[in-house]
């Protein structure tokens, strides 16, 4: 994480700030941010990352924003909330539909299943980097996120019902990762003022995602 995350963005600018580019998009995560937050989470949330991955991305902002101003290199950054969707590997909605599609009695869920989450389907996801990088004010961060919070026994039973599963059992591991959030989502307010615009439902989403998977 620290040498793709720290030195990958180093050698990127040192690269370009001897050149006329018009922006560099950093991508970023929610994790970067103090779970003391308020929700919704935005752009004025205080850091204070509990994770060494989320340690490497903080790291990478504030580089960016030391060469933007030391060099007058233009710059974004977009901070991904949860993305999901056909290809995607890892993280939670593609490890429920996996554990279903190979276990259709029942469903191991990580803790107590009642965290918030806030999820955003690839293709808006997508959009949303592309309109930072033309759209997006010089030297801003943008919350590139759904903005609709969802639990994620309330997603688990959507995916159930979507894979047109009955009688599941639900087992809780009742157990959490060290430096996990118990609840996020984010303030989509300011990415919407430079014209974005979610497309994709989360249960058209879901039904694309399952259906990807249910051909792999």
Known sequence: CFNVNINGTLNLLEFLRKK????????SSVGVLSKSNSLPISEKALYGPTTPYAASKMSAESILQAYGDCYNLPYHITRLFNVYGPGKYGLVISDLIKKLILNQNELEIHGDGEQIRDFLFIDDVV???????LKGLNKNIYHLASGKPISINKLASSIIQYLGLKDVKIIHTNTHFNGEFK?????????KKIGFKSTTSL?????KTIDWFKNK
């Open 127 to 133: 959009k949303g980097i592309e309109l930072v990088s």
């Open 20 to 27: 006329k580019i018009i922006s560099f998009n950093l991508i």
């Open 183 to 191: 609840r996020w989502y984010g303030d989509n307010t300011k990415l």
């Open 203 to 207: 249960k058209a989403g879901l039904i």
